[in-house]
C-alpha cells in the first residue's frame, strides 16, 4: 500500500483508510512526524492522505477521528515551529541587510546594493508569512 501511495497510484477507500491509520499509529508512538523528505510517515504524507480522503467525501469512522484529534496537537506543534522558523530566519536576513546595506554603502558600486534590497525583501517576506501563518493556527 505504501509503495502504491508512493508510485501515486489509485488507492481504494479501504487503503486510503489502512495507510491513514497506519501513519496515526507511528506518528502517535512517535510523538512526532518523521523529518527526513526519504521518510513515509512524514507531516507531507499525512496531509495528502487527509487531503484525498477528505476530497473523495468518505465518511470517517469514530476511532479514526480520536486518532486524528490526539495527532492534531502534534501537527499544530509542528506548524508552530515551522511559522516561528521563518519569522527568525526573516528577522535575520532584514538585520542582516541593514547591517550590510551600512557597511558596504559606497564600497563596492550598485551590485552590493540589489543583493542587499534583494536580501531585505525576501527577509521581509519570510517575516510576514510567518506571521500570517501564526495567526491563522491561533484562529
Excluded: C, H, W
Excluded at 40 to 69: G, H
Excluded at 73 to 78: D, F, G, R, V, W
Amino acid at each position: 500500500m505504501k509503495k502504491d501511495f508512493v508510485e501515486n497510484k489509485k488507492l481504494t477507500q479501504n487503503e486510503l483508510f489502512l495507510l491513514l491509520d497506519d501513519i496515526l499509529n507511528n506518528v502517535l508512538k512517535q510523538g512526532k512526524f518523521d523529518d527526513n523528505a526519504e521518510d513515509f510517515y512524514t507531516y507531507k504524507n499525512y496531509n495528502l492522505v487527509k487531503n484525498m480522503i477528505l476530497e473523495k467525501d468518505l465518511e470517517i469512522n469514530a476511532v479514526l477521528e480520536s486518532k486524528i484529534k490526539k495527532v492534531f496537537s502534534i501537527e499544530l506543534t509542528l506548524l508552530r515551529k515551522e511559522s516561528k522558523a521563518k519569522i527568525y530566519l526573516g528577522i535575520f536576513m532584514i538585520i542582516f541587510s541593514i547591517g550590510g546595506f551600512f557597511l558596504f554603502q559606497n564600497e563596492f558600486g550598485k551590485t552590493p546594493f540589489f543583493f542587499i534590497v534583494s536580501v531585505f525583501l525576501f527577509g521581509l517576506v519570510l517575516f510576514l508569512r510567518g506571521i500570517t501563518d501564526l495567526r491563522k493556527l491561533q484562529r
